[in-house]
Every structure is written in structure tokens, then in C-alpha cells.
């Protein structure tokens, strides 16, 4: 698989559910760390999301997991990612589950966190 293709999978992925985000990333990052915002459709999107392995709910599910793991200072990918998760096919119910599943790896302050996090999603989608 050449570079080219991953970005072209990659780009191809991420504006699906995040229409504009190179731009965005491009527009915040590249003047300080050029080629950011081609890096991550690249590599993050089209060398990890789109293996095959995982549908793209399941991988966005297990992302959510992960930031919620993590904690606090992950709170805007953790939305990008619900987010993520609800355009590809999850349900409010599944992503708040796989929320607090996590309580148990990351303590129940990340997963209150991260339960906030995802009823300002659930809002915003709702009014969209």
C-alpha cells in the first residue's frame, strides 16, 4: 500500500463523518508543524481506521473507550469521536455503555467526564 492510497482511504474516511477536518487541522496546526493535517489523513485515518479487521462503528466505539480511559484532557477527540461513532451507526444507548464500561479502567471521575462529553453531543446532534 502506497502513501497515496492510505491518504486517499484516509481523507476519503474522515470527511465522512467530519466533513472539512483537513482544512481545520490544516488551518490550527500546519503553520507550526507543517504537513500535520496530511500526516493525520494519512496515518491515522488511512493506516489505522480503514484496516480491515473492525466495521467503522466498532472501531469509533473502541476509540471512545480509550479517550474515556484516558481522562479529562482528551474531552474535544473524545467528541469528534462520539460523534464519530453516532454518524457511523451507534446508538446513544451503545456509546453511553461503552462509556461506562470504562469507569472501571479509568475511575468513574473520566467516566462522568466523558458522559458529559457525550450528552453535549447527543444535544448538538439533535439540533442539527
Known amino acids: 500500500m502506497s502513501s497515496t492510497d492510505a491518504y486517499t482511504r484516509g481523507k476519503a474516511m474522515a470527511e465522512a463523518t467530519n466533513p472539512g477536518i483537513e482544512e481545520a487541522l490544516a488551518a490550527r496546526y500546519d503553520a507550526i508543524l507543517p504537513g500535520f493535517s496530511t500526516t493525520m489523513m494519512e496515518v491515522a485515518f488511512g493506516h489505522y481506521y480503514t484496516r480491515e479487521g473492525l466495521d467503522d462503528k466498532t472501531r469509533y466505539l473502541t476509540t471512545v473507550a480509550a479517550l474515556t480511559a484516558l481522562g479529562g484532557q482528551t474531552g474535544p477527540q473524545l467528541k469528534v469521536h462520539i460523534r464519530n ?19 472501571l479502567y479509568g475511575g468513574f471521575p473520566a467516566m462522568i467526564n466523558a458522559l458529559n462529553a457525550a450528552l453535549e453531543v447527543f444535544e448538538d446532534e439533535a439540533a442539527a
Open 85 to 103: 461513532a453516532l454518524r457511523s451507526g451507534a446508538t446513544q444507548r451503545e456509546v453511553a455503555e461503552v462509556i461506562n464500561q470504562m469507569a
